[in-house]
């Protein structure tokens, strides 16, 4: 299973843009990149996912690397309520078994 | 999205009893997941519960330990066994979702949060 790497934690101001990195440089061409959040005392929510292109949601962006050897999820205005763990995974097609890493614990500053 | 209710949704148990787990989803789905949380760690994949069959365990857990049923497409029950403090964690039922882009995901419900003393 491939596997991705990302920082352990990341801070932000409140209202500043958020760049959220992962690393997957062993992903294969069917590999799709998710994206989850977990808010404290609750199950992981869907961000967004994407495959080969940038993708838009009413949450984030997601830009994926030409090589789609890296991508970084886009918090555009970063709230308090985006304080959460972040974690990217990749999912092969066809498959549901989501690996899940350690993912990024996202802080945000007053 | 789908709907996922999980019951209970804390609980603290004694070494040596046995929980069951129930996961309720809100519509028909063809696949579903138990995930394990322990304390300040990831997540971990349990099983794939399998409609009219045996669940599919990852490597690591034995149904034994973790026996699960899943009579119909939207139930599913996760039983931990024998419990011991170190089976305290979070359990997590998923889901894939429907059809269209959010066919490509899954679903967590909020988690059954177990503590053995």
């Known amino acids: 299973d491939a596997k991705t790497t990302q920082p352990n934690s990341m801070e932000s101001n409140e209202e500043e843009p958020v760049h959220l990195p992962c690393n997957h440089s062993?992903?294969?061409?069917?590999?799709?990149i998710h994206w989850y959040r977990q808010l404290p005392s609750q199950g992981p929510e869907y961000v967004i996912h994407?495959?080969?292109s940038n993708v838009n949601n009413r949450m984030a962006s997601l830009a994926i690397a030409e090589d789609r050897k890296s991508s970084t999820l886009i918090l555009h205005r970063a709230t308090l309520r985006d304080a959460a763990v972040y974690y990217c995974?990749?999912?092969?097609?066809?498959?549901?078994?989501?690996?899940f890493g350690t993912g990024t614990r996202l802080k945000v500053l007053a | 999205s789908a709907v996922i209710s999980q019951k209970p949704s804390r609980d603290i148990c004694q070494r040596g009893t046995s929980l069951t787990i129930q996961c309720q989803v809100d519509?028909?789905?063809?696949?579903m997941f138990w995930y394990r949380q322990q304390p300040g760690q990831s997540l971990t994949l349990i099983a794939t519960?399998?409609?009219?069959?045996?669940?599919?365990?990852e490597s690591g857990f034995v149904i034994d330990k973790f026996p699960i049923s899943r009579p119909n497409l939207t139930f599913s029950t996760l039983t931990v066994s024998n419990m011991s403090p170190e089976d305290s964690s979070i359990y997590l039922c998923?889901?894939?979702?429907?059809?269209?882009?959010?066919?490509?995901?899954?679903?967590f419900g909020e988690g059954s949060w177990l503590t053995v003393v």
């Open positions: 062993t992903i294969s061409g069917t590999d799709y």
């Open positions: 995974i990749l999912r092969t097609s066809g498959t549901y078994k989501y690996i």
């Open positions: 519960a399998n409609q009219g069959s045996e669940a599919t365990y």
């Open positions: 994407g495959l080969t």
């Open positions: 998923s889901v894939v979702g429907g059809t269209g882009t959010s066919g490509n995901t899954i679903y």
């Open positions: 519509s028909q789905v063809t696949m």
